[in-house]
């Protein structure tokens, strides 16, 4: 017997289940062959029972009740020498309109005599007229040149003097004391930066950490004092999770 290796059974290809269906390659796959012409020239498809039953019409409804055939139906003889009580008399009455009801004024309104001959005042004739408004002052062909407009500012306000509340309230308003404008993006730097020596304390932070002459170093690296160490009771107290948050993990 020939011994199979690990290598050989993990090669083979998945065996496909017995249920599998292939996926269809293109969008236009068919399930079946299309029905074709018979011998007769005919060609003849076939329905099972719940095709049969679904091109059938819809059944009415046992209650229902079609439209009449014409708006005028026959009035029986009992209907036309019924009389009615005086309950359906007073029922039957339109309803009566409101004391203060007014119609609908006509389009065509009657003017009376004395409005015909009546005289409108001086007055009256002054409201009626247009509203009369100044000539623009536009010259021709000189619209879009403002050197050649007249100034409409009088000589007496040009030879004006304000008072001194006037120059006050005209002066700009004045900086706070403390506001700093926004430094330059270059600004010169003084000698005294240039020429001053870092103090020793300052040199000691400047210096980069010391590995001990490790060039090797990997900072990635946990060191085994930190595998080997076991946390305080305070620390697993902490490290330990809310009672109220945790959940039972669910296994099925």
């Given at each position: 017997q020939?011994?199979?290796?690990?290598?050989?059974?993990l090669s083979?290809?998945k065996?496909i289940?017995?249920?599998?269906?292939e996926?269809?390659r293109?969008?236009?796959?068919?399930?079946?062959?299309?029905?074709?012409?018979?011998?007769?020239g005919?060609?003849?498809?076939?329905?099972?029972?719940?095709?049969?039953?679904?091109?059938?019409?819809?059944?009415l409804?046992?209650?229902?009740q079609?439209?009449?055939?014409?708006?005028?139906?026959?009035v029986?003889l009992g209907?036309?020498n019924?009389?009615p009580?005086?309950?359906l008399?007073?029922?039957?009455r339109?309803?009566a309109?409101p004391?203060?009801?007014?119609?609908?004024?006509?389009v065509y309104?009657t003017v009376?005599?004395?409005t015909?001959?009546?005289?409108?005042?001086?007055r009256?004739?002054?409201?009626?007229?247009?509203?009369?408004y100044?000539?623009?002052?536009?010259?021709?062909?000189?619209?879009?040149?403002w050197?050649?407009?007249?100034?409409?500012?009088?000589p007496a306000?040009?030879?004006?003097?304000?008072?001194?509340?006037v120059e006050?309230?005209?002066e700009?308003?004045?900086w706070h004391?403390?506001f700093?404008p926004?430094?330059?993006v270059?600004?010169?730097?003084?000698?005294?930066?240039?020429t001053?020596?870092a103090?020793?304390?300052l040199?000691?932070l400047?210096?980069?950490?010391?590995?001990?002459?490790?060039?090797?170093?990997?900072?990635?690296?946990v060191p085994?004092a930190?595998?080997?160490?076991?946390a305080?009771?305070?620390?697993s107290?902490?490290?330990?999770p809310?009672?109220?948050?945790?959940r039972?993990k669910?296994?099925v």
């Amino acid at each position: 017997q020939v011994e199979v290796s690990r290598i050989d059974v993990l090669s083979r290809p998945k065996p496909i289940p017995p249920g599998h269906i292939e996926d269809r390659r293109s969008v236009y796959w068919i399930d079946r062959p299309p029905p074709t012409v018979g011998p007769d020239g005919i060609t003849k498809c076939f329905m099972n029972q719940h095709q049969l039953q679904l091109v059938k019409v819809k059944a009415l409804h046992p209650e229902y009740q079609g439209d009449r055939p014409t708006p005028i139906w026959a009035v029986s003889l009992g209907a036309q020498n019924a009389r009615p009580r005086p309950r359906l008399s007073v029922l039957a009455r339109p309803k009566a309109l409101p004391p203060d009801y007014q119609p609908k004024r006509s389009v065509y309104s009657t003017v009376s005599d004395s409005t015909k001959r009546f005289i409108a005042t001086q007055r009256l004739e002054q409201l009626a007229g247009p509203k009369m408004y100044g000539e623009l002052k536009i010259k021709q062909d000189t619209e879009w040149d403002w050197g050649e407009w007249r100034s409409e500012i009088p000589p007496a306000a040009k030879n004006a003097t304000a008072s001194a509340r006037v120059e006050t309230l005209a002066e700009a308003k004045r900086w706070h004391p403390e506001f700093l404008p926004n430094r330059t993006v270059q600004w010169a730097v003084s000698d005294n930066t240039k020429t001053s020596i870092a103090s020793i304390r300052l040199q000691q932070l400047s210096r980069p950490k010391s590995r001990g002459g490790n060039d090797d170093f990997d900072p990635y690296k946990v060191p085994r004092a930190a595998l080997l160490a076991q946390a305080s009771a305070r620390i697993s107290e902490l490290s330990t999770p809310i009672a109220r948050k945790v959940r039972t993990k669910k296994i099925v």
